[in-house]
């Protein structure tokens, strides 16, 4: 690097890279600060291919106060299951990450590694080929196998498993639910500490104490997993038709439970997080409508409820504008995700001609806009995500 030349502010990372290189005596020309503060801002797929820049650029890339400066920089996204029916059930999960108005960056494929089931700071939960439980780094390619939890199969109770980290302690926590008619229980897997990759069981509370005759059920509805709490929502009481959210501490493996802001709940609707806490994004009319309700939960312990936001949806048409939805058409909530102070819910559309499409709402601005989304194979769930340069073999 020749005296007075710069840097230029919209240079590729190619070229950042470039301008970087060590001297002969291995004495940088920027100081390690300079250079932590450009790296961390980078995605991680990009940070991650200059480790082999030098020994140097090695260590700061896997050094834990650098991985998780970078975290705080990323930008979340979706991570979208792609099922190819054609190739015997083959799982390709695809990233897009969500950024500014136009909501797109670009799409990072990876190969068939297994289904996602659960994300937690760049770590994905997966079911593996084998239906056994992973969890991997998409970015880094790493990936370590877990123990077998009580149930055997994965496709009956996936959704009641939950993926935490607790940030008192720096462990990751995957959680899986066990209720019967009666009792609320579960067992815990804890990573990154003694005794790791070993399923312990946690006493939960007794459900029903007043009548043998009353009885509860799973409903099974997708995890939520916020700041620690892992809630499982859809646990109904058969006589009375209540349902309610069991919610697991992880840190402190304390259970709670709250009724739910209806009495049931549709495909069309979903519990999600927006901004840190939980939310319930309600159809009006289940299966053909386009005006939602948005309830925030306020207090989680008290179980308070809150209407906060009434939503009217539209759809893209031929010509890239957007027009109201009819009757005919077919909406549901897939996913959401809140980065600097935008609070953003995905649905996706499916019309009478089997024609599939994707608006992401944004409710500080009260406006949609569309999501083009890669049509190969079949969408089989969305969840959000962000890419990290966290080790799975660390945790």
């Known amino acids: 690097m020749r005296k007075g030349r710069k840097v230029e502010a919209g240079a590729t990372a190619a070229k950042a890279s470039k301008s970087l290189i060590l001297k002969k005596n ?28 030098c020994k140097s650029w090695y260590n700061l890339i896997h050094d834990r106060v650098f991985i998780q400066s970078h975290l705080g920089h990323s930008i979340p996204g979706l991570i979208i299951n792609r099922n190819f029916l054609e190739r015997k059930f083959i799982y390709e999960p695809d990233f897009k990450e969500m950024k500014d108005k136009k909501n797109i960056e670009q799409d990072l494929k990876y190969g068939s590694i297994g289904e996602v089931i659960g994300s937690c700071n760049g770590l994905v939960l997966l079911k593996t080929k084998r239906n056994c439980l992973s969890v991997a780094n998409l970015i880094t390619k790493q990936i370590v196998d877990l123990p077998s939890a009580s149930s055997e199969n ?24 066990l209720i019967d008619e009666y009792t609320v229980t579960c067992e815990v897997l804890s990573l990154g500490c ?33 700041n620690g709490i892992v809630y499982f929502v859809g646990v109904t009481h058969v006589q009375s038709s209540s349902m309610h959210i069991v919610s697991f501490d992880a ?6 439970m709250i009724r739910a802001p209806v009495h049931e709940i549709t495909v069309s609707d979903s519990f999600l997080e927006l901004g840190g806490v939980l939310s319930f994004v309600q159809a009006t ?11 925030i939960l306020k207090d989680w312990l008290k179980g308070t409820w809150v209407k906060q936001h009434v939503i009217s949806l539209r759809k893209p048409s031929m010509g890239c504008t957007l027009h109201w939805s009819d009757s005919s058409d077919f909406l549901h909530v897939v996913s959401s995700f809140s980065h600097g102070g935008r609070k953003i819910i995905i649905f996706e559309i499916k019309s009478s001609s089997e024609i599939l499409s994707h608006i992401a709402y944004d409710l500080e601005l009260n406006q949609e806009s569309e999501i083009q989304f890669d049509v190969r194979g079949c969408p089989s769930g969305f969840f959000t995500h962000v890419n990290s340069l966290i080790s799975p073999k660390l945790v």
Request: charged residues 20%; contains cysteine; proline residues 4%.
């Open 26 to 53: 291995d004495m940088p020309f920027l100081p390690q600060e300079v250079i932590f503060n450009i790296l961390v801002r980078l995605r991680a797929d990009i940070v991650y291919k200059f480790r082999s820049v």
């Open 154 to 177: 994965l496709d009956s109770w996936y959704h009641q498993c939950g993926f935490a980290y607790v940030p008192e302690t720096g462990i990751y926590k995957l959680v899986h639910l």
């Open 194 to 226: 003694s005794g790791r990759n070993t399923w312990r069981c946690v006493n939960g509370f007794s459900l029903s104490s007043s009548s043998e005759d009353e009885r509860w059920e799973f409903y099974g509805s997708k995890t939520v997993t916020i």
């Open 251 to 256: 840190g402190a493996e304390v259970f709670h």
């Open 285 to 295: 009319k289940p299966f053909k409508c386009n005006t939602y309700i948005v309830w």
